[in-house]
């Protein structure tokens, strides 16, 4: 059975029904997630690029490689990473940057995006589940600078968020460096207005899950009768997103029925926000002896470095 369409069967199926956040982005998810990006709501991305473009040098410092590997986990197109690369490609003596991602054709873009503008960079892409070829790497010898950029820890929660720690600190050697984005905690409200946009246009990205799902897997969701609600948890955290059904109706996917009562929910995204006091609790349980935050001018977001 296709990976996607088990998937959505098993999130169908549970009692809390959810998607998996990782089937956001074909191709028109995608394009509404640029949309998004632009939002004044939406203020991660304009925060984590003040903290690259500001603070590289500050990072830069903490890192004494001659020669380093900068391998970047759900690399994207790699437009905001352009200055950082080309302050360390400047300063230090041999760069190699390493984007990995389960798209080859955004590997395409990124490649020729880094090389526009930093010509005489070497560039290996890898493409696929970064959780699965990792082991392309194990030939490479030279001192570690990993990225996990834009927030995306958040995107798993409790247990998990401390899983995928300890897999990226297996993947280095002592001594190597692992750079984080991270959403902080905030007032709640401004977090709240960030998944819950006056334009709509997280409802059409959360939305368009369901147009996947009618495009590829033969699906019958009739789009209009669900709506979009997100939440903000100060307490834990946790901002999570769903769909809801305005009415009692069932679905179809291939030989499965979905029932769903009025107002019930899917779940299709997780976001945890962290303190910084609870970003150095996760590192010293997942196994990194240091770590230190750079933060943007409000604030709102961190890009943690952490040494194994």
Not at 239 to 244: D, I
Request: hydrophobic share 35%; net charge negative; charged share 30%.
């Amino acid at each position: 059975m296709d990976r996607f369409l088990r998937d959505v069967i098993d999130g169908l199926s549970s009692e809390q029904k959810t998607i998996p956040s990782m089937y956001f982005y074909d191709e028109s998810g995608s394009k509404i997630f640029q949309e998004i990006m632009g939002l004044e709501e939406y203020y991660l991305p304009a925060c984590e690029v003040e903290i690259l473009n500001n603070s590289a040098e500050s990072i830069l410092e903490q890192i004494p490689f001659d020669s380093i590997d900068i391998i970047e986990l759900g690399a994207g197109d790699g437009s905001k990473m352009i200055s950082f690369l080309e302050l360390f490609h400047k300063k230090i003596e041999s760069v190699t940057y390493i984007p990995m991602d389960i798209s080859p054709e955004i590997l395409e873009v990124n490649k020729s995006t880094i090389l526009r503008q930093i010509p005489d960079i070497k560039i290996i892409t890898i493409s696929g589940d970064y959780t699965l070829t990792t082991g392309q790497l194990v030939e490479r010898e030279n001192p570690r600078l990993i990225l996990f950029m834009g927030s995306n820890i958040g995107n798993y929660s409790g247990e998990k968020a401390k899983e995928f720690m300890r897999f990226v600190n297996d993947m280095m050697k002592v001594g190597d460096y692992f750079l984080m984005g991270v959403d902080l905690k905030k007032n709640p409200h401004i977090i709240r207005k960030a998944y819950n946009d006056s334009k709509g246009v997280t409802k059409r990205f959360n939305l368009n899950l369901l147009e996947r799902i009618n495009r590829e897997l033969k699906g019958d969701f009739d789009i209009d009768s669900f709506g979009h609600y997100g939440t903000y948890n100060p307490i834990n955290g946790e901002a999570l997103s769903f769909l809801f059904s305005e009415n009692n109706q069932q679905v179809t996917i291939g030989n499965h029925v979905f029932k769903f009562e009025k107002y019930e929910t899917i779940r299709t995204e997780i976001s945890r926000k962290y303190s910084l006091k609870e970003l150095d609790s996760i590192g010293k349980e997942t196994g990194f002896e240091w770590d230190k935050h750079f933060l943007d001018s409000k604030e709102y977001f961190s890009l943690s470095l952490f040494r194994k």
